[in-house]
């Protein structure tokens, strides 16, 4: 009887995703990076809460020409103590200048369950650490346009 079901299922997919494949319909997975950490932050006063330089790692799955991205940040806190109440969502942009010298802006945002950690974080002693995960799907062409090079990324708080 399982051999039957999956028979059928195996069956039914292969109708409806073979054609699928060939055209590049499905996911798969997108290998993006860029050469640098955190270079800089901008917004309220929290903007001088986090530590330069964190790492940022992508993670990202192509439908087609968008590319459904998660960027995961490891934050540290300085010994900054100023802080302010946030009222828009944490962003995270990446930036730089495609072959033509025009400028490409890839922007993600906190998931929620981040943002919520964050508000929290910013009242955190120094050197408490903290993951924030950023997502957004994004034009492939554009970030194909910063893959693997040196960027500007901003953290905006």
């Not at 999956?6 to 699928?20: E, F, I, K, R």
């Not at 650490?129 to 994004?138: H, Q, S, Y």
Request: hydrophobic share 35%; charged share 25%.
């Amino acid at each position: 009887m399982i051999a039957a079901i999956a028979m059928l299922v195996s069956c039914n997919n292969s109708g409806n995703q073979g054609s699928g494949a060939a055209n590049g319909d499905n996911d798969e997975s997108y290998n993006f990076s860029v050469q640098n950490g955190i270079t800089g932050t901008t917004g309220t006063k929290n903007c001088h809460i986090p530590e330069l330089g964190a790492t940022i790692k992508f993670e990202a799955e192509s439908e087609g020409d968008i590319v459904e991205t998660s960027a995961k940040i490891t934050l540290k806190h300085s010994d900054k103590t100023e802080i302010e109440d946030m009222t828009k969502p944490a962003e995270l942009w990446i930036s730089g200048r495609d072959d033509d010298n025009k400028d490409v802006k890839l922007t993600l945002i906190a998931d929620e369950d981040s943002q919520a950690k964050l508000a929290e974080w910013l009242k955190a002693a120094p050197g408490t650490e903290l993951e924030v995960e950023f997502e957004a799907n994004l034009p492939k062409a554009d970030m194909d346009k910063l893959n693997a090079k040196q960027t500007t990324n901003t953290l905006v708080l």
